[in-house]
């Protein structure tokens, strides 16, 4: 009898390291790079600039990122096309999440192909970032995002995609710890499950927030919250 790939032990605990250590590693600091477009464009600049001076980007890019995020990409797909969803009969939550898993999956395989493509190789016709992406271009990171989120149409498509690699990721901690015997007990494991639900709903607000601050100041929260980074500006003394 044919073995199923989604049923080969060692390749499924590398699906579950590519997607928690160096992806999840990489979505945090993606979200914590992002979450300074609160700040201005000019936080948020500097901040793609440092990423730029990183020693050996390329490689770190390419063996931390593209490559852990193919595999774990196309062997999901191997394991949703494979997979026997029961929600008609046993229409439990760990099911409906279990379906979730797959389809967020699924869509964010797409997700970022498109946002790679667009804003990290600029090859998106249409687009501002097309010739510019913000790969190279660190002085003009801000608004090169700025105008691809004044389309209403991108912006919902980033924050679908904002939220649903929240959940795919938050859930995912959830299906390793019960995969790797680190959560153990019925009611362990349903306290981790709430944990990895309030997770992703915080992961997918600050998310949003930051996208949104791309062409509103401070995002969703009132000015007030950013007024301290104004403040601890340096002021150059006059001349008299």
């Given at each position: ?11 499924r605990k590398l ?25 201005g464009d000019q ?127 938050a859930y995912g ?68």
């Amino acid at each position: 009898m044919a073995i199923k790939i989604s049923k080969t032990f060692l390749m499924r605990k590398l699906h579950q390291i590519t997607g928690i250590v160096p992806l999840g590693t990489f979505y945090f600091v993606h979200l914590f790079t992002n979450s300074k477009s609160m700040s201005g464009d000019q936080v948020f600049n500097d901040s793609v600039a440092d990423i730029h001076h990183i020693p050996y980007l390329l490689f770190v890019e390419i063996g931390g990122i593209f490559l852990p995020l193919l595999f774990h990409s196309i062997y999901g797909i191997f394991i949703s096309a494979e997979a026997r969803n029961n929600v008609s009969n046993y229409g439990y939550g760990r099911n409906w999440f279990y379906v979730f898993q797959r389809v967020t999956g699924i869509f964010l395989f797409f997700f970022l192909i498109f946002h790679l493509a667009n804003l990290r190789f600029g090859l998106i016709p249409g687009l501002e970032s097309y010739g510019n992406p913000v790969a190279g271009n660190a002085d003009r990171a801000f608004a090169i995002v700025a105008a691809e989120f004044k389309n209403i149409w991108i912006l919902i498509f980033y924050i679908l995609g904002v939220t649903a690699t929240a959940w795919h990721l938050a859930y995912g901690f959830f299906l390793f710890a019960v995969d790797w015997g680190i959560v153990i007990g019925e009611k362990a494991q349903r306290y981790a499950l709430y944990g990895s639900v309030g997770l992703s709903i915080l992961l997918s607000i600050v998310g949003i927030n930051a996208a949104v601050a791309f062409i509103e100041p401070c995002g969703l929260l009132p000015r007030a919250f950013c007024e301290q980074v104004e403040k601890n500006e340096i002021v150059k003394p006059q001349k008299f």
